[in-house]
């Protein structure tokens, strides 16, 4: 089937603008992972969708960042207030199922949403 | 809290040659899996190779392989026949067998040269 997919692929906005990211995870995979990419910091996680349980946000940097995940499917990353530092590639990606129970719970990633705060 | 460290920023080999990119991690877990993951320009991370920590039988998968020494913390991967679209970022990450979200080291730039 198809593989994540993110949208949009780039965005620029002004700073102290909102901004929504979306992901579209392969489908039945109930695990969704937000991750941010940028020069200084590498690739840092950032939140955790597993089912029905509550998210693992402890990823997130500010309280600036929010996301959630309708249906258990798609997810939106929001970004209040932008500020420069928050530009970066935001990557998704999603698995078949939490490692709890066992099994190498590969995580399969989107291409991104590179993110441009003027 | 785990780190893992990428220590070639960059890297180059000639194609057909075979390259070795490192990894070293620190972890207090027993349980745990590795992996390689490659990133083109295309921005999209391609899983390359994976690990489980309590296998002693490093992974291969048609050209790649690693180097696994779980008493050294060390996770190397090896090309073997680079080809040009080899080029790319190369990432070690690691993840907690009851955990969830991957470490990734630093990365390393590849470049594969006609």
């Known amino acids: 089937g198809a593989g994540v997919s993110q949208s949009p692929s780039n965005k620029v906005t002004e700073k102290g603008k909102d901004v929504e990211l979306r992901c579209d995870p392969i489908?039945?995979?109930?695990?969704l992972y937000w991750y941010r990419q940028s020069l200084g910091q590498g690739l840092e996680f950032l939140i955790y969708f597993q089912g029905n349980s509550a998210p693992d946000k402890s990823g997130l940097p500010s309280d600036r960042f929010s996301a959630e995940r309708t249906g258990g499917s798609v997810s939106t990353l929001t970004i209040q207030r932008t500020q420069q530092e928050d530009s970066a590639v935001y990557l998704c990606a999603s698995s078949l199922a939490s490692s709890s129970g066992g099994g190498t719970d590969t995580q399969y990633f989107g291409p991104g949403t590179r993110l441009t705060v003027l | 809290a785990q780190t893992v460290t990428q220590s070639q920023p960059e890297m180059s080999v000639q194609e057909a040659e075979t390259v070795t990119l490192s990894c070293t991690y620190d972890?207090?877990?027993?349980?745990?899996?590795l992996f390689w993951y490659k990133q083109p320009p295309s921005r999209q991370m391609i899983l390359v190779i994976r690990q489980e920590a309590y296998k002693q039988q490093n992974a291969t998968e048609n050209r790649f392989s690693v180097n696994f020494q779980k008493a050294a913390k060390s996770f190397s991967l090896k090309i073997s026949d680079s080809q040009l679209g080899d080029t790319a970022m190369y990432f070690c990450?690691?993840?907690?067998?009851?955990?969830?979200?991957?470490?990734f080291g630093g990365g390393t730039r590849l470049m594969v040269k006609p």
């Open positions: 990450a690691l993840r907690y067998n009851a955990g969830n979200m991957l470490t």
């Open positions: 972890t207090s877990e027993n349980n745990y899996y």
């Open positions: 489908s039945g995979h109930t695990a």
